[in-house]
């Protein structure tokens, strides 16, 4: 079992599927798209692990299963290894991983990695960021809500998931 339960996600080429990595766990994913429904959905992976190799994507878009699976943005080296190489370099280098991202103020959730920073939105034009942030107004003036974009309930939730990995690893009796 590995220091710190991780979430990671695999694939299994000859069947085409996902295989997630839960807590040490392996579930199957009834089809090719990780989302909310297909996690439902799942059944326990019961075939060979060994022919599981670790996803180059790690980032899950669906906000509601990003919260439940908290997977980290590997390093590019162990990225495609199998369940056994990943499982042994989790156990001895990736809590130090985790820490050492953590206290260098890196976020090490997937994640974040998926969502737009703050810093590139002001190297757009003001006219490309308000066009993006402004809501449509019908002709009573008032701003069509359906429309407004909120990027920042995606990024709360991410804030909060990090904020709870952050105390987890840096209070954990070594």
């Not at 939730?157 to 987890?168: K, P």
């Amino acid at each position: 079992m590995p220091l710190r339960p991780i979430d990671a996600i695999f694939v299994h080429p000859k069947q085409r599927l996902y295989v997630v990595y839960y807590r040490g766990e392996l579930w199957q994913l009834p089809r090719m798209k990780i989302d909310d429904r297909s996690w439902q959905n799942r059944r326990p992976y019961t075939d060979d692990s060994s022919s599981l190799y670790l996803s180059i994507h790690q980032a899950i878009s669906d906000p509601i299963l990003a919260q439940k699976l908290r997977t980290l943005d590997l390093p590019v080296a162990v990225r495609g290894s199998t369940l056994p190489r990943f499982e042994a370099w989790w156990e001895a280098h990736g809590f130090r991983w985790l820490k050492d991202r953590l206290l260098t103020g890196e976020s090490p959730l997937a994640a974040h990695q998926t969502t737009t920073p703050a810093k590139v939105l002001n190297d757009q034009p003001d006219s490309l960021i308000n066009r993006q942030t402004s809501g449509h107004t019908d002709e009573s003036g008032e701003v069509n809500e359906e429309q407004v974009s909120t990027p920042s309930a995606d990024t709360d939730i991410f804030a909060d998931m990090l904020a709870e990995l952050t105390d987890e690893v840096l209070e954990q009796k070594l």
